[in-house]
């Protein structure tokens, strides 16, 4: 476009729409420098493209791919992008003559209108801050045909649905199942004869009997488990069980009755895992979840056996134990950075169960490893039950059986 031509009040005419919104009141309008489009003769605003024009059939496309795809919800925000050049720089030329400097642009005024719209025929919930869905309305050159079906035929409709987060405790009443997928040490998660072809290296896992249920009801991609630390393998998870949010993909269906899923899971579960205190939650809870582990406190159970006799002595060694200082376990160091780490122990109680064994109850600081505790963990960890008593010690049973979260009692 030249010079001439951007300085001409002919070249451009623009809608009823466009005129009420550059010139904000009536006596502006009234000398508008500006001409009106003649929608009998079929003319084209300048400015929108006749897009503010027909906004009511931008909203049927809306609520068509809202139904199409089947997607229960109460609140959603809308998104819009102008996405040719050739209009932004248009609708800046006509600003510029109109002497409009608001923040009133096109792609403003289309998601102004659609949020009254939504609200007003879907009765739905417009959310700019934590939104169950976001509508994209991308509108691009030629936005609408005035062919005589008047389908607006340059604007595309985009649905993001956000994640569903769900918060509650499960407990772990058998052992060999972990706490999350663990990929196949064969395959990598590719897949293979040694894990039958399914990538994972356990059959079960805390997560994945959670997901086989709730994924169908929230006809959910995929989960994702933010637990307040994780057990062994080989530990149960008894008590109140252990504090989790588990966060659910593109949930087309959010309207789930959580009674419902704590049943489901519980009753297919073959007696391997409990979940209880479902609650809906929201992203912000699951950092609060998994960060949580070290300003918490866990209580253990231990059984601790000697290579020789336990005496008396050993005992009382023992129930001084306050303050550990504990490098990262060989056993988890190829995942976990190479740090020493302060841990404090609260209270121990220790019962005798044989001449070489003791049951105890450890209340201490999440992050603190217990194994490693009573082994010493070839001094990594230190003082241990192992080098206090002289008698090397291993743990040959634990279990969590409490685990406490202040911000969630």
């Not at 994945?208 to 959910?220: A, D, K, M, W």
């Amino acid at each position: 476009m030249t010079q001439t031509d951007e300085n001409n009040n002919d070249t451009y005419k623009i809608c009823n729409e466009c005129l009420h919104r550059i010139y904000p009141n009536a006596q502006r309008r009234a000398n508008a420098i500006i001409p009106l489009i003649d929608e009998d003769k079929g003319e084209v605003c300048s400015l929108c493209n006749n897009i503010l024009l027909h906004k009511d059939l931008i909203f049927d496309l809306v609520e068509r791919k809202l139904n199409m795809l089947n997607i229960t919800f109460d609140t959603c925000q809308i998104a819009s992008v102008i996405a040719d050049k050739q209009m932004l720089k248009t609708e800046h030329q006509i600003h510029k003559l109109a002497l409009y400097y608001g923040k009133n642009n096109l792609r403003n005024q289309l998601k102004y209108e659609m949020c009254e719209m939504i609200e007003e025929k879907l009765h739905k919930t417009i959310d700019h801050k934590n939104p169950e869905i976001v509508i994209m309305i991308k509108a691009r050159s030629k936005p609408y045909d005035n062919a005589p079906h008047k389908e607006v035929s340059g604007v595309n409709i985009f649905i993001d649905v956000n994640p569903l987060f769900i918060e509650g405790r499960y407990n772990k009443l058998k052992r060999g199942i972990p706490q999350t997928k663990w990929p196949c040490s064969n395959c990598k998660g590719r897949g293979c004869e040694e894990c039958n072809f399914t990538g994972q290296q356990y059959p079960d896992t805390v997560e994945g009997l959670i997901s086989r249920q709730i994924l169908p009801l929230t006809q959910g991609s995929e989960t994702k488990f933010h637990g307040s630390g994780r057990e062994d393998i080989d530990v149960l998870m008894l008590g109140k069980g252990r504090p989790f949010v588990i966060e659910v993909k593109r949930p087309f269906n959010r309207q789930i009755d959580l009674d419902e899923l704590e049943h489901l899971v519980n009753e297919n579960s073959d007696g391997k895992i409990q979940i209880h205190n479902l609650h809906f939650t929201d992203k912000k809870r699951k950092g609060t979840i998994k960060n949580s582990s070290t300003e918490s406190y866990k209580v253990y159970e231990a059984i601790a056996e000697f290579e020789n006799g336990v005496v008396s002595e050993d005992i009382h060694k023992i129930l001084k134990l306050k303050h550990i200082h504990q490098r990262t376990p060989q056993r988890v160091e190829h995942r976990r950075a190479d740090l020493v780490r302060e841990r404090e122990i609260y209270d121990i109680q220790v019962e005798r169960m044989g001449s070489c064994k003791l049951k105890l109850i450890i209340k201490c600081q999440g992050g603190l490893y217990i194994k490693e505790l009573i082994s010493g963990d070839d001094g990594r960890t230190e003082p241990s039950i192992s080098s206090i008593t002289g008698n090397n010690a291993v743990c040959s049973q634990l279990d969590v059986i409490d685990v406490h979260i202040p911000e969630v009692e």
